[in-house]
């Protein structure tokens, strides 16, 4: 392979991470909205509500698909990309780069780890149980009402800390994704890129504070 068309291919990788991962960042905002719904104090009927139309809508079905897809690809090219440039550099700086861009970048593997970790974790406590993989808990009926399940887990302080921590590790990666994804799509300019780096910080706070209030909630104020 020639070294152009290495680099082509090289680049051709990070347009896919990239494009995947702005997709999963919009899930993240969708699904942090949804999941809000659950400290009305309504019992829960806002997020049943909300719930049942997404399972009953035929499209969520395809969307399902695209978005298990769009973290697989996502994740293995990440690792991919990561090795590459572990193989391509494998004696370190001798100076380190003091860029707050350089410390986000240095440790987006390692953040991306974390919230894999934490995902397998999520997806056992909930999805498992919903495709039938992981036994009905005791506090819930049926599996469409995860409700009972989530004032139990929540209301656990062990559980509730790691999901804090997770998203903390989740907010320090979207952080440095979503300026890497606008700069990786050649959509940086030095007039807009400060721009994009301060609603990058923005949209991490948010989706940060947005799903550990919940936890915060069902431990301190329900």
């Known amino acids: 392979?020639?070294?152009?068309?290495?680099?082509?291919?090289?680049?051709?990788k990070k347009v896919i991470t990239a494009l995947a991962g702005l997709f999963l960042l919009l899930f993240l905002a969708m699904h942090m909205s949804i999941n809000l719904l659950l400290t009305r104090a309504d019992?829960?009927?806002?997020?049943?509500?909300?719930?049942?139309?997404?399972?009953?809508?035929?499209?969520?079905?395809?969307?399902?698909?695209?978005?298990?897809?769009?973290?697989?690809?996502?994740?293995?090219?990440?690792?991919?990309?990561?090795?590459?440039?572990?193989?391509?550099?494998?004696?370190?700086?001798?100076?380190?780069?003091?860029s707050s861009t350089h410390f986000m970048s240095k440790y987006m593997f390692h953040t991306g780890v974390i919230t894999f970790i934490f995902l397998l974790f999520h997806l056992w406590h909930f999805y498992a149980i919903k495709i039938g993989l992981a036994h009905l808990p005791a506090e819930m009926t049926n599996v469409h009402?995860?409700?009972?399940?989530?004032?139990?887990?929540f209301s656990t302080p062990l559980y509730s800390l790691f999901y804090l921590v997770s998203f903390v590790f989740l907010a320090f990666h979207l952080s440095h994704a979503l300026q890497s994804g606008f700069q990786t799509l050649g959509l940086n300019h030095n007039r807009y890129t400060p721009a994009v780096k301060v609603f990058s910080n923005i949209y991490a706070a948010i989706i940060f504070l947005g799903f550990s209030w919940i936890p915060v909630y069902y431990l301190f104020l329900r």
Do not use: C
């Open 1 to 12: 392979m020639s070294k152009l068309t290495f680099k082509l291919a090289s680049i051709g």
């Open 43 to 98: 019992g829960g009927d806002a997020f049943r509500a909300a719930v049942h139309f997404l399972t009953s809508n035929p499209l969520i079905k395809v969307m399902e698909i695209v978005l298990f897809s769009a973290f697989i690809v996502h994740m293995l090219i990440g690792v991919f990309l990561t090795i590459q440039n572990w193989l391509a550099r494998p004696v370190g700086y001798k100076v380190a780069q003091k």
């Open 145 to 153: 009402d995860f409700y009972p399940r989530v004032v139990t887990l």
